[in-house]
């Protein structure tokens, strides 16, 4: 790393974000003119997206090379009043909240009380949610039954395709045209919407170019007004220029350009919208690829200044921090991360072995550079050859839990049991956490978490839930009316079942709410079908529509049913009723009953297939009641299986569970077996997590913490390549590590001024440690470390 | 009928990767007819299952009758692991030669599956032990501490000319073998001791790999556990240099000499 990426990724290391409210001004300047609000929306939507890439202050920072920031500055992050209307509690409560916060200033604050709120009041899309939601949603909601995605952040959870790359705006002008013309005003009744969504788009690809342009002419200002600039950068200044000037509209000639190129559909993508999971360059090394062949057949390729680039590029992921989260999507996603996940490796499209040089540039740029953002995944097939795998262990051992590891082959058969055809599958893979899609072609929708382990308690309760102190379930039956397991979980089928309705019939009201007021124009653009079917991103555009429910608690919910079914049905050692009775009271007075719970019951994540089956019902309980469900966008319903934060909060709305788990204390995150349960070690985890049948999700997420000496040396780091392997023969979906021992952590909780730099593995995204809540610090650590035997 | 034989384990350890190649199950056998002064598994020694103290008023019985079948059970489920490392199954103890029907039984089931077996053992057994289940070992595990006899005994209870022999034959008898060498400061690691391993194996012709083990200070809380007495309190482990010094001792003779499983 030469000194000026060092200087500017300290900067974006050690600059605490800010919440910028230019964009807020802007996008209600515009609003508040009358005339604007005459358009029909998406047009209306594309104005305002032009208003803002006009007006918005730009910046080119010291010497950086790929230019554009979101905000005015790096980490100033913007607002989004149209989807999410922060109150003076809300900009209180982001400045002064410990972890994850925002520097709010005084003007802001002054701005947001006379202007935005008072305008913004209610007719955010947030306020519509909640107004349109029904009793029943709003009490499962408020319980902690499940959370809600779409409530203050966009849809988005799409990935760029090849074509991003191989195509300038103006390409794709070219192509709006074409299907303007091609309306048949004659016999599609749609026709009109589609123009008008159809000329929004243009309008929104034509103001990414002016943008553009913009800094290409502060570059050339830059350059010429100050004669006492260094020659070296007055020459780079002038080429960003012509770069500026090239890309987006074009497409682009070099590895430079291509890098710029996407920056600016990136820029575009996370302002229109605050777009879930930002916006994603997918396959990196492949999507670059053919830049690089060429400047190596011209001679031209110099690889040092490649390796500047990407750093330089890595940065400016890292200067965009999720915009501001609130309330329970705070809880659910407690990050500056914003899940961009760069996939590495994989197949091509003829079903070769993807890997290239630039995969190990790419893997060298994410261990030089050693910032949250981007996250980084190795995609790895059987083809995939074991030396970029174990480039990838030899970050991963070093401590930071990037890059994390995909079985690219699971999901190559996850989308073609979705419908994708086997070309399209190959050039996919994962992103935001460990979700699958159809790159550049899919949009594939996380609508929000589930919390099984609720649904479990409501069951115990006959449908009332204690904590809001309300009959929000179905009565499913009494304690004692169940004559044995099968009967009892019945009942919890029937729960879920409700639930689940809730939960979707929302999802289907809140997806119109947004194809309806907030279409995503620019996004349009980008993703394949959008512009053939003249139909918007949010309206059902994309060729393929996916949504997911995310289910959390695996692991709880296993041990918890093994515990019931054993000690109240098979050995019949106490009631039902009794048991609850123990569980509602914290297990106050039961200590040893607790100590059996825990240490005498069998557990999920031992390879012992009595304690594992109770995860493959619940598996296929789920499966069955949201996989192949109809959404209004014409695609379908899936699951994965995923918690980000979330089984911490979900925690904290349940009372103790029948696993030992006393109240309030997180759950097992993604399908990793519930912290320190796991005592047969990481062969008998990741048997117990293949019995799962990860090809019928959309992602799976496993973690697994290593002691660090047991990679310290490369005997250690084979035996974890082929731990890795044999997991993926068993279509295990995806992996990732936390290499670092207890004491470390502990030790990092005492002293965090320390151990700022201190980097783990969360849940499909890495995180400084000293930036998570206290609960989930120690969820981290209560996590069973492998230790070299 | 055989499946059913059953024998005494103290313990099944999945994910072991310093008890031969690639990722093993480790079998171990309890009963140990040495008593090593620096054994850092004491609940290991006796044959018969024993309490063992894990909290004031909690404690565990080390070791658990299993036949046959249940172990293989249990060596199979992580068979998907040994195919992809080129792994296997372990057999350790303890002393594994203790329960020869049952190692025996055990050995032949494991290659009837097809599966790489090591035997991890003192060497102190009898040849006509040892003899018939040699087609079914892959590779031997074996320990060199002592080569003088009366320390030998003095250290471990017993001598060790058996064990001396036993290891002639099975390089004679063309087996693996991967010798291990506890290093144990002011006891095993003493120039004379050192000097009369490296000419013994020179003699001996062995050309194998040989692992130089630190003494560690693991077992001294399962002592007290046990309610048994330490003999080598503060006693402190070698330095890695200390480590290293012995490594190069023995590599201008033996060039695969490791520190380490």
Redesign the interface.
């Known amino acids: 790393m030469n000194e000026r990426i060092h200087r500017l990724r300290e900067q974006s290391v050690s600059t605490q974000p800010e919440l910028s409210i230019e964009r807020a001004k802007l996008i209600t300047e515009f609003y508040q003119n009358h005339e604007n609000q005459q358009y029909p929306t998406p047009i209306m939507r594309a104005l305002a997206f032009r208003h803002i890439l006009e007006n918005k202050e730009i910046c080119i920072n010291e010497g950086e090379l790929i230019v554009g920031e979101r905000g005015p500055a790096p980490l100033a992050t913007p607002t989004y009043p149209e989807i999410c209307c922060h109150t003076l509690k809300d900009l209180d409560i982001l400045h002064n909240r410990p972890k994850i916060s925002f520097k709010v200033t005084e003007e802001t604050k002054k701005l947001t009380q006379s202007v935005i709120l008072p305008f913004w009041k209610g007719k955010s899309i947030r306020d519509k949610i909640f107004s349109e939601m029904d009793q029943e949603w709003i009490a499962a909601y408020k319980a902690g039954v499940f959370t809600e995605f779409m409530e203050q952040r966009a849809p988005g959870h799409t990935v760029a395709g090849k074509q991003v790359f191989q195509k300038g705006m103006l390409d794709f002008i070219k192509e709006i045209q074409q299907s303007i013309s091609k309306l048949d005003f004659l016999n599609d009744p749609e026709a009109l919407m589609k123009r008008d969504q159809l000329r929004a788009m243009n309008i929104a690809a034509e103001a990414i170019i002016a943008f553009a342009h913009r800094y290409a002419e502060l570059a050339r200002t830059m350059a010429n007004e100050n004669s006492a600039l260094d020659p070296q950068r007055k020459r780079e200044l002038l080429q960003i220029a012509e770069i500026c000037d090239w890309v987006p509209a074009h497409t682009p000639r070099n590895f430079w350009e291509a890098l710029q190129h996407y920056w600016f559909i990136h820029l575009g993508v996370i302002t229109e919208l605050n777009t879930w999971d930002s916006f994603n360059p997918g396959r990196l090394d492949q999507n670059l690829f053919p830049f690089y062949q060429k400047e190596l057949a011209e001679g031209k390729w110099d690889e040092e200044f490649a390796r500047e680039l990407l750093q330089a590029f890595w940065i400016k992921f890292n200067n965009q921090p999720a915009p501001p989260k609130v309330g329970v999507t705070a809880e659910e996603s407690n990050t500056y991360t914003d899940f961009c996940n760069i996939n590495i490796g994989g197949l091509k499209a003829d079903g070769s072995d993807g890997t290239n040089p630039l995969s190990y540039m790419i893997l060298d740029t994410i261990q030089q550079m050693r910032i949250l953002q981007p996250s980084s995944n190795v995609q790895i097939s059987k083809k995939t050859p074991d030396r970029l795998l174990m480039r990838a262990l030899d970050i991963i051992k070093t401590g930071f839990g990037q890059p994390s590891i995909f079985n690219c082959d699971a999901i190559i058969q996850e989308l073609l049991r979705q419908g994708k055809d086997l070309v399209e599958a190959r050039l996919s893979g994962a992103s935001g956490c460990v979700e699958v899609g159809a790159f550049g072609k899919e949009a594939y929708i996380l609508t929000g978490y589930f919390n099984i382990v609720k649904v479990l308690e409501i069951t115990l309760h006959n449908g009332f839930d204690s904590r809001t102190q309300k009959q929000i379930g179905p009565r499913t039956g009494e304690n004692d009316t169940f004559e044995n397991y099968e009967a009892f979980f019945e009942a919890f089928k029937k729960q879920l079942a409700y639930f689940i309705d809730i939960k979707i019939k929302g999802n289907q009201i809140i997806e119109q709410l947004w194809a309806r007021e907030l279409p995503a124009v620019f996004l349009s653009i980008i993703i394949e079908d959008c512009i053939k079917k003249g139909k918007d991103y949010n309206a059902g555009g994309a060729r393929y529509n996916s949504n997911y429910i995310q289910m959390v608690g695996m692991g709880s919910i296993s041990d918890s049913l093994a515990a019931i079914k054993k000690y109240v049905f098979d050995e019949k050692s106490l009631t039902l009723n009794e048991l609850v009775n123990i569980l509602d009271k914290n297990f106050e007075g039961y200590h040893d009953f607790r100590h059996k719970l825990i240490n005498d019951t069998p557990k999920y994540g031992n390879?012992d297939d009595y304690a594992d089956r109770f995860a493959q019902e619940v598996f296929d309980v789920l499966f069955d009641l949201v996989d192949g469900r109809p959404n209004s966008k014409g695609g379908h319903y899936r699951i994965n299986l995923l918690p980000t934060t979330v089984h911490v909060y979900f925690g904290s709305v349940i009372g103790a569970t029948p696993d030992g788990r006393e109240a309030m204390m997180p759950l097992s995150e993604g399908i990793s077996p519930v912290q320190g349960a796991d005592i047969?070690?990481?062969?008998?985890v990741l048997?117990s997590a293949a019995k799962l049948d990860h090809l019928r999700t959309g992602g799976t997420l496993l973690n697994q913490k290593f002691n660090p000496s047991?990679l310290q040396e490369e005997?250690?780091l084979?035996?974890v390549l082929?731990?890795i392997?044999?997991y993926f023969?068993?279509d295990g979906h995806h992996i990732q590590f936390n290499v670092v021992d207890a004491a470390t952590l502990r030790a990092a909780q005492k002293n965090p001024e320390q151990y700022r730099n201190l980097i783990v593995r969360v849940a499909g995204y890495s995180d400084y440690f000293i930036n998570l809540g206290q609960k989930l610090q120690e969820e981290i650590i209560r996590r069973t470390e492998?230790q070299?035997? | 009928m055989g499946n059913q034989l059953s024998g005494i384990v103290f313990d099944i350890k999945k994910f072991a990767i310093h008890d031969g190649p690639g990722i093993r199950t480790t079998i171990f056998l309890k009963g140990c007819p040495l008593s090593c002064w620096w054994c850092h598994n004491p609940e290991s020694q006796q044959l018969e299952p024993q309490k063992y103290l894990t909290g004031p008023n909690f404690q565990e019985i080390i070791g658990k009758t299993m036949n046959v079948a249940e172990v293989m059970n249990e060596i199979l489920k992580d068979r998907i692991f040994y195919d992809e490392s080129d792994g296997g199954v372990t057999f350790s103890g303890g002393e594994p030669f203790m329960q020869p029907k049952y190692l025996a039984k055990l050995l032949d089931e494991c290659k009837k599956q097809g599966l790489h077996t090591v035997v991890d053992t003192s060497g102190y057994v009898s040849w006509e032990i040892l003899e018939p289940m040699l087609s079914n070992i892959d590779l031997f595990l074996y320990d060199l501490k002592l080569i003088d006899n009366e320390s030998h005994k003095k250290y471990t209870g017993v001598d060790n000319h058996e064990i001396l022999n036993n290891l002639i034959r099975l390089i004679e008898n063309h087996q693996n073998v991967h010798i291990r060498i506890p290093i144990i400061p002011s006891i095993t690691d003493s120039e004379a001791n050192l000097v009369s391993i490296k000419n013994y194996l020179k003699q001996v012709h062995f050309t194998g790999d040989i692992s130089l083990l630190s003494y560690n200070t693991f077992g001294i809380r399962k002592y007290k556990q046990l309610g048994c007495e330490y003999r080598l309190t503060n006693l402190k482990p070698p330095t890695s240099e200390r480590m290293q010094e012995i490594r190069n001792f023995f590599l201008k003779t033996f060039p695969n000499c490791k520190i380490g499983g």
């Not at chain 1, 047969?680 to 008998?684: E, F, L, S, V």
């Open positions: 390879d047969k070690g990481p062969t008998a048997k047991l005997s250690g084979i035996k082929h731990l392997r044999s023969k068993m492998h070299n035997f």
